[in-house]
């Protein structure tokens, strides 16, 4: 449904794009990380053809965005970063505007309220003035704006930005729910956010994408992942070091004894022996007789690829 | 123009103007228009002492002042306000054409000076009742007056679209209005004559809405100054829509 192909966005001599490509299919959720600064927002305004590109080529739906703009716009919900609303009108004269925008018309546009309504837990406040709503109902109600006509593809601008924890909770649902049936690309710089929701992730840093992939494959890019950590009853150190260094799949191994029991990190000698490697200690133990208390195989962590990606250059940044 | 784009138009006019009426500023701005318009036909304009069923002096010679802060004021939100709240990034992203964005803003703000300007209708009563006034010079000057408002109006769209700040916009439209009355104000050009030769001074002054308003003013209706206003319009809307790109693209 979205495809992006090697965008670039130039703000004077600074280069806030740089050849960033990729697709989103419909079915898809793709997560968009990075610090910031690394140019997420700008390449949303690009995709939701809010700004026009320095060179390269959107696609939402088959339609050019510079070429055949109000088509792909049609496909489109977008939720921008600051989560703008027209604070002069009611909530439900807000999204009322936005239905029409829609080309909406009569009765649809009081079902479609109700729909988004519900959806975004806007019932008790349709009939207020969006100056006297909370932050959160604000943010709400541009989201419940963003959907009001069921777009096929969704673009959404740190979604869960200045929610409190249960509004997070409800939004990151409600996106992986829609997430079935559109192609959802969306913003954030919190690490739990994609696990819980993405399909897919891209991790920008300084306008250029430097990882594509699904979170498991990216926390496999993690420095522990892969790690398998056991307690063992029942030997010495000594016994269990010799035997889990001799495995054939195993790389470093620190063994250490806490209290009656002992604890031992085996490294994989490479990271796609990470399952054998789990096996291998399992029967290794029952082997030996020892008493296997806890077997543990580490998936790596997305925040430690995050930062081993993009800290050095926030460091030079910062510099 | 398809159907869609009126109905663009339309549905952001609309917007626009429950704004202008769901807000105590409206009320406010149209009292304070009526009662100037009062005091300046009533006491500077001399109504009662000119003895003459005629509002072209009394009434009309006002308004180009009168416009000259009341119409900034009305305009100068337009589109600040969306950059300084962000919503402009909501609008531009709709199915839309911007330019149906910019028509549907003006004429929004161009209904509700019509509907002030059409609140003065008193004055035409009073002289409706003193005297028998030419109903047609009465009519030119309105239309004149409207299409006044709409130049001035045109030209707070643009200086609106090029800050986030309404008192920045205010302040620009102002000095850009106010050139387009000196430009062809009397008093200005009769100094103007005296430093530059006749053809110069009146080909600046035609760039001035006074010579055109003046017209109108006299009861004049006249193709020439219809299109003149008419090009100040198109010509202000035009720049807006070359700023507001801009904007996106810088
Ligand atoms: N309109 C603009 N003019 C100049 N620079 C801009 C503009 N918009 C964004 N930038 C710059 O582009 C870079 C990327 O910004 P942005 O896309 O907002 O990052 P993110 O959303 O990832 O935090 C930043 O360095 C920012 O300062
Ligand atoms: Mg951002």
């Known amino acids: 449904m979205i495809i992006v192909e090697n965008l670039v966005k130039e703000f004077g001599p600074k280069r806030a794009v740089n050849s960033v490509s990729f697709t989103v299919n419909r079915g898809e959720i793709l997560g968009f990380l990075g610090p910031n600064g690394a140019g997420k927002s700008t390449t949303m305004r690009m995709i939701t053809g809010y700004i026009p590109p320095t060179s390269g080529r959107v696609s939402v739906g088959g339609n050019d965005l510079s070429e055949n703009p109000i088509p792909a716009k049609k496909l489109i919900g977008y939720l921008p970063e600051s989560a703008p609303c027209y604070s002069d009108m009611t909530v439900h004269g807000f999204l009322s505007f936005a239905a029409e925008m829609r080309g909406m018309r009569g009765r649809t546009i009081q079902d479609a309220i109700q729909r988004v309504a519900s959806l975004c837990f806007l019932e008790g406040v349709l009939h207020q003035s969006v100056d006297t709503l909370s932050k959160g109902y604000r943010h709400r109600t541009c989201f419940a704006q963003s959907i009001i006509h069921d777009p096929e593809v969704l673009v959404l601008d740190e979604p869960t930005d200045g929610l409190d924890p249960n509004q997070k909770h409800e939004v990151r649902q409600l996106i992986k729910r829609m997430g079935e049936k559109k192609a959802i690309i969306f913003s954030t710089h919190i690490l739990e956010e994609v696990e819980a929701v993405c399909s897919r992730a891209i991790i920008i840093d300084r306008g250029t994408v430097v990882a594509n992939g699904t979170p498991a494959e990216l926390k496999a890019r993690s420095e522990n992942a892969g790690l398998v950590r056991v307690r063992i009853s029942g030997g010495t150190v000594d016994a269990v070091k010799g035997k889990l260094t001799g495995l054939m799949t195993a790389g470093r191994v620190q063994v250490q004894s806490e209290g009656a029991s002992i604890t031992a990190r085996i490294q994989p000698r490479e990271r796609a022996l990470a399952g054998e490697l789990a096996r291998a200690v399992g029967d290794a133990a029952s082997q030996s007789g020892w008493k296997l208390e806890e077997l543990h195989t580490e998936e790596g962590r997305l925040d430690e690829v995050f930062r081993s990606i993009t800290l050095p250059d926030t460091v030079k940044r910062t510099e | 123009m398809s159907s869609d784009s009126s109905r663009h138009i339309w549905t952001i006019a609309k917007r626009e103007l429950s704004g202008y009426f769901n807000s105590p500023v409206a009320y406010v701005f149209i009292v304070i228009f009526l009662l100037l318009n009062g005091f300046f036909t009533f006491m500077l304009g001399g109504f009662f002492e000119l003895g003459e069923a005629s509002l072209s002096k009394p009434f009309f010679s006002w308004h180009p002042w009168l416009y000259l802060f009341l119409v900034p004021a009305a305009g100068m939100r337009l589109w600040s306000e969306e950059r300084r709240v962000g919503t402009l990034e909501l609008l531009l992203t709709y199915p839309i054409a911007p330019w149906e964005a910019i028509l549907g803003k003006f004429i929004a703000s161009w209904i509700f000076l019509a509907i002030a300007l059409g ?84 080909l600046v002054a035609s760039f001035s809405v006074m010579p055109h308003f003046g017209n109108f003013q006299r009861g004049v209706v006249d193709l020439r100054d219809l299109l003149f206003f008419a090009s100040v319009i198109v010509f202000s809307l035009f720049g807006t829509g070359v700023i507001l790109r801009g904007l996106r693209g810088a």
């Open chain 2, 119 to 202: 609140l003065t209708f008193p004055v035409v009563l009073t002289v409706g009742y003193l005297g028998s006034p030419d109903l047609g010079a009465i009519l030119a000057g309105y239309l004149g007056s409207f299409l006044l408002a709409g130049a001035y109006l045109a030209v707070t769209v643009m200086t609106s679209a090029l800050t986030r700040n309404q008192v920045v916009s205010f302040i620009l439209s102002v000095v850009i209005c106010f050139f387009l009355i000196l430009a062809g104000w009397e008093p200005v050009t009769n100094l103007l004559v005296r430093w530059a030769p006749d053809t110069i001074v009146n």
